[in-house]
């Protein structure tokens, strides 16, 4: 089982309200990832970091934002949720690359609705 | 444009059988090819890697290949349990990609 935790599980928010997800995890690892997947399709990869201080957009746009302070802490950040935000957010953590090879790690997954 | 295609339908098989699930990939040149499982509500788990030299690899039941002139590789769930029913996804990174693009995955059950 991968250290690497998600908070909360399931969140149901009204339209308007900030919110953010909260991913932690305790393996050290350099790099995190935020995927969106909602159910039956394929995992979107919406946010990235390579280290404290250094986050990037992914392939798919999203109006939510990240911040990487602390190695272990990745959280994201809806300003206004909307019912379009409604979605499955999975975290991921990897280490550095070992002779080009790179596995994730993620964790359980957090389900939003937005009403 | 990049893809990556798995079995679009669902798999069912009786228990006891091989499965064998796809992943085809156009327009990548991978540096290697993951397979990952995924339970309902939860995270996808890694299963497997194999790396674009490599034919073939195997993990107790599992068997990965890789074949880079078909650009297809195929996973083999040996003696198939109801356990194993789960959603499977292979992913892929290219040489000069920066991160892993994962398929949709293929959704199997394994009937007792």
């Known amino acids: 089982e991968a250290d690497i935790y998600q908070t909360p599980r399931y969140l149901v928010i009204g339209t308007g309200k900030k919110i953010t997800l909260e991913c932690s995890q305790t393996m050290g690892h350099d790099k995190m990832y935020w995927y969106q997947q909602d159910p039956g399709m394929e995992l979107h990869l919406i946010h990235y970091?390579?280290?404290?201080?250094?986050?990037e957009k992914g392939d798919l746009s999203s109006e939510s934002t990240v911040s990487r302070i602390r190695t272990e802490h990745f959280p994201l950040t809806l300003e206004s949720a909307r019912p379009s935000h409604t979605s499955q957010y999975l975290c991921?953590?990897?280490?550095?690359?070992?002779?080009?090879?790179?596995?994730?790690?993620f964790g359980p997954g957090t389900r939003l609705l937005v009403l | 444009s990049q893809k990556i295609e798995q079995n679009s339908e669902a798999l069912n098989i009786q228990e006891g059988k091989t499965a064998t699930l796809t992943c085809n990939y156009t327009?990548?040149?991978?540096?290697?090819l993951q397979w990952y499982r995924q339970d309902p509500g939860r995270g996808p788990v890694f299963l497997l890697l194999i790396r674009e030299n490599e034919k073939e690899k195997r993990k107790e039941r599992l068997k990965v290949t890789f074949d880079t002139t078909l650009k297809q590789s195929l996973f083999h769930i040996t003696a198939s349990q109801p356990a194993d029913s789960a959603t499977y996804l292979c992913a892929l990174r290219s040489g000069s990609a920066r991160q892993l693009t994962f398929g949709s995955g293929t959704q199997l059950t394994v009937l007792p």
């Open positions: 327009n990548y040149s991978p540096a290697y």
């Open positions: 970091s390579y280290g404290v201080n250094s986050t």
């Open positions: 991921a953590s990897s280490s550095d690359f070992r002779g080009g090879q790179e596995t994730q790690y």
